[in-house]
């Protein structure tokens, strides 16, 4: 988080400082890369560019502080996916046969460590084996550290929506690691044999 400096940083990003425009690539790219690649895979640069393309197009209208630009910014990108879903709808592809590990576990083997390592392919393919409702808003939450209500109005549900989905989703991946028993949604979910409660499931 750029904390303090984000209203200068944004400022000069929006007069085209160059310098600027990398912090916030640097600051914002990694979780939204990790967002777009839990969706389209080996395509994720390629939509993260677009997405940053279109930010440098639009950033001079943006009005708001770092948690707004971070919601603006998965807005966006969430755009871009739908457009890209449409696409391939109208553009089908045969399947490849290359989807079995997604039905498998992390490599790890644990919770923590599939949300905590979520950019690597395992991790992904983990969350991937929930719906996808669930597994977009447990990114969200999760890696990218959007509260409920920001993450309610990137994917157009409730924040009571958003706050279960995300308790079904990670209380299914629990389950499917053979843990112990998920928490109630107010305490948060417990990862199995770590003693380590996913945060912020109730904000």
Do not use: C, N
């Amino acid at each position: 988080m750029l904390g303090p400096e984000f209203p200068d940083v944004l400022r000069l990003a929006a007069m085209g400082d160059g310098g600027a425009f990398a912090r916030l690539w640097r600051e914002m790219h990694p979780p939204l890369l990790r967002y777009l690649r839990l969706s389209t895979g080996d395509t994720a640069e390629d939509l993260a560019s677009e997405v940053w393309l279109e930010v440098a197009r639009r950033i001079g209208r943006f009005r708001g502080g770092e948690p707004e630009f971070r919601g603006w910014l998965f807005t966006l990108a969430r755009r871009r996916l739908i457009d890209q879903r449409r696409y391939e709808t109208r553009h089908p592809e045969l399947p490849t046969g290359d989807d079995a590990r997604l039905d498998g576990p992390a490599a790890d083997d644990t919770m923590a460590a599939a949300l905590e390592d979520i950019s690597t392919e395992a991790a992904l393919a983990f969350i991937a084996t929930l719906p996808r409702d669930q597994a977009e808003i447990v990114v969200l939450r999760v890696v990218v550290g959007l509260d409920a209500t920001q993450v309610a109005k990137i994917v157009g549900k409730s924040p009571g929506a958003v706050r279960i989905a995300a308790h079904r989703g990670l209380r299914t991946l629990t389950a499917r690691l053979g843990g112990a028993d998920a928490a109630s949604p107010d305490a948060g979910a417990r990862a199995p044999g770590t003693g380590i409660v996913a945060p912020g499931w109730g904000a």
